[in-house]
């Protein structure tokens, strides 16, 4: 699974290798039940009869799995490995590869979701306003956005390590990395090692993410001409959820 010709401590683009094992990492999240969570949202803030989905950052389709049990549904991300696998598992649905900040599909969706707090890799407060507004371009008016955030810099702990084991006895994957802190960037180096009959595998994923203030999110969805709210209680609990209405003058 490393590349050929590559150190395995060469670090690798996010989810370059790790999009083959993805789903076995996170084999126990509940994406089910969060997909409930968010249909909720959608009949509360959301058009009346909403129908249409797109879903930045998809992923390996594991949300729209579920969501495209209530809505027609399309996905946007940046890692051509985990189309591959979200296009094998909706293989009706559109998956489109770009990035976040700057996608051009042509089309407009009553619903945007950006979730597991991928929207952590815009970086910057600039590409963060311009995510926004490039989400204005693909939803039609009265439409709803919901975004999962990444920490707060105030909430991120520096200096910590994680240490995860996933898999089966035939198949056993382990991923650590020391958790590191530049201004409002985390930055993760994320090691895996991947046991087969071949062997074991190892790479390194570089993961460079921005952290932004509570107030930068709202200031960013206003200036592009949402109507935001910020639910303490989120997906994954502390770090909480963004719901923004589209007002309907806005382009």
Not at 11 to 33: E, F, H, M, N, Q
Not at 102 to 123: K, M, N, P, Q
Not at 164 to 176: D, E, H, L, Q, V
Not at 197 to 204: D, L, R
Request: aromatic share 10%; net charge positive; with cysteine.
């Amino acid at each position: 699974m490393s590349a050929p010709g590559a150190s395995p401590d060469t670090p690798k683009p996010p989810y370059s290798l790790t999009a083959r094992v993805y789903d076995d990492i996170y084999a126990g999240k509940d994406y089910g039940a969060e997909a409930r969570q968010i249909r909720a949202l959608i009949r509360r803030y959301g058009p009346p009869r909403a129908q249409t989905l797109l879903d930045v950052a998809c992923g390996t389709g594991s949300h729209l799995a579920y969501l495209s049990r209530w809505f027609a549904v399309a996905g946007v991300d940046a890692a051509p490995g985990m189309l591959r696998v979200a296009h094998h598992k909706l293989p009706r649905a559109r998956f489109v590869e770009g990035r976040m900040e700057s996608f051009d599909l042509g089309e407009r969706f009553d619903v945007i979701t950006c979730l597991f707090s991928a929207i952590a890799y815009v970086r910057s407060p600039r590409d963060l306003a311009r995510t926004f507004q490039n989400f204005t371009k693909h939803l039609n008016p009265g439409g709803v956005a919901i975004v999962e955030p990444f920490f707060t810099p105030a909430q991120y702990r520096a200096g910590e390590i994680h240490l995860g084991t996933y898999g089966s006895p035939k198949f056993p994957i382990a991923r650590m990395n020391v958790s590191k802190q530049r201004g409002n960037r985390a930055i993760m180096d994320m090691h895996h090692l991947v046991g087969t009959p071949e062997g074991v595998h190892h790479w390194v994923e570089h993961h460079d993410l921005g952290m932004f203030e509570k107030e930068t999110y709202l200031s960013a969805f206003r200036a592009s001409g949402f109507r935001a709210h910020f639910l303490k209680k989120g997906l994954l609990g502390d770090r909480g959820l963004y719901v923004a209405v589209l007002r309907p003058n806005s382009d």
